[in-house]
């Protein structure tokens, strides 16, 4: 993973706002949120095939799914395969180390 700027960690810092990047203001949006998985290398979430999708619950934790006109499959997880979200380089969930180690 390449280290996070200065501008990525002020972003990570500030999830008060949620708003499409380049609009003039340095608020964090999807688009910085990053993925990264034992089959899918750090990829921004803009830039999967569609059809990825993050949740987050009680009881799951967070989860990477695979979805599709026949159902839907569970790529990656918090408590299972190996799964790991950053927004602009400040983690917020790594189980993927614990898979791959």
Partial sequence: MSEPTEVDRR?????????????GDDRVSYHDLYITTAEIARTSIFNLPYGYQVSCDRVGGWCLWRKNEYGENQVASEYGEGLRLDVGGHVIVDSLREVTE
């Fill in 11 to 23: 972003r990570a810092l500030r999830c008060d706002g949620w708003l499409h990047p380049g609009i």
